[in-house]
């Protein structure tokens, strides 16, 4: 069971970004699979729970097996390694890294 994260970059503010979350061994749709993101200095949050404004928006492809996340309008406080991870499962994915600059 594994979940590999791909789409992280270097980009400026107001730039977008997809992420992608694919899982082997399970379903993508199986366990409550969620993106999550720890900042420098911060402790983990669930992408779904911090304020993004709307700005972020996730999506899942079944026959790709694969969880999106689309990122717009980036900002510098969005930098973060960004990760997938299911609590009831307990698993996650090593994580991409995101950093936005000013």
């Not at 492809?61 to 009831?88: G, H, I």
């Amino acid at each position: 069971v594994q979940l590999v994260e791909s789409g992280g970059g270097m980009v400026h503010a107001g730039d977008s970004l997809q992420l992608s979350c694919t899982a082997s061994g399970l379903a993508i749709t199986n366990g409550n699979i969620r993106w999550a993101r720890k900042a420098p200095g911060k402790g983990p949050e669930y992408v779904s729970s911090a304020n993004t404004g709307g700005r972020f928006t996730t999506s899942r492809d079944s026959a790709k097996n694969t969880l999106y996340l689309s990122m717009n309008n980036l900002r510098p406080e969005d930098t973060a390694l960004y990760y997938c991870t299911s609590e009831s499962l307990g698993i996650s994915g090593r994580g991409t890294q995101v950093t936005v600059s000013s």
